[in-house]
């Protein structure tokens, strides 16, 4: 009987430590209902998915300056690539949690309310002279040689305050 009561202590603690980490990504996180989000933590608005297609680092300014502040409308002009802390911090390492499926077919630990379509994403940061992007399935940035042809996706992030 004993052992009974520590399986199903543990097994509460579980969810109940599970709902609390639950609670706290949706206080974080606040959808704003014109494809942004804002998260609440680090002060900063996020659009609610990327760019959708591969873009190469050197695009990615322009692409935000034009594509994306057209489609998101006029009130904000101060659009970036995020920094490599702040796309670590979208990224959620937890065994209970599975991710989801992107558009290119591989699974991602993203936060839920931000929707990326594949699983690498351009950061502002550099390293040794190559753009550092972040992969979203295994969790970790790498720097990408700027002849490579295959590009990643842009998130683009303003700070609020």
């Known amino acids: 009987?004993?052992?009974?009561?520590?399986?199903?202590?543990?097994?509460?603690?579980?969810?109940?430590?599970?709902?609390?980490?639950?609670?706290?990504?949706q206080e974080r996180f606040i959808d704003n209902g014109d494809g942004t989000v804002t998260d609440t933590q680090l002060d900063l608005m996020w659009a609610q998915t990327d760019n959708q297609a591969d873009i190469f680092w050197e695009q990615a300014s322009a692409w935000l300056k034009n594509d994306f502040a057209n489609q998101i409308g006029p009130q904000y002009n101060?659009?970036?690539l995020p920094t490599l802390k702040e796309l670590k911090s979208l990224y959620l390492e937890s065994d209970s949690y599975d991710g989801y499926e992107t558009q290119c077919g591989h699974s991602v630990k993203m936060v839920p309310p931000?929707?990326?379509s594949c699983i690498l994403v351009w950061t502002s940061?550099?390293?040794l002279g190559l753009p550092l992007a972040f992969n979203f399935y295994l969790g970790n940035p790498f720097s990408v040689d700027l002849t490579d042809k295959s590009g990643c996706r842009?998130?683009?992030?303003?700070?609020?305050r």
């Open 125 to 127: 940061d550099t390293a």
């Open 154 to 160: 842009v998130l683009p992030v303003r700070r609020i």
């Open 114 to 116: 931000i929707r990326i």
């Open 78 to 80: 101060d659009w970036r």
């Open 1 to 25: 009987m004993s052992n009974y009561r520590t399986y199903l202590s543990v097994f509460l603690c579980f969810f109940l430590v599970m709902g609390a980490i639950a609670a706290d990504a």
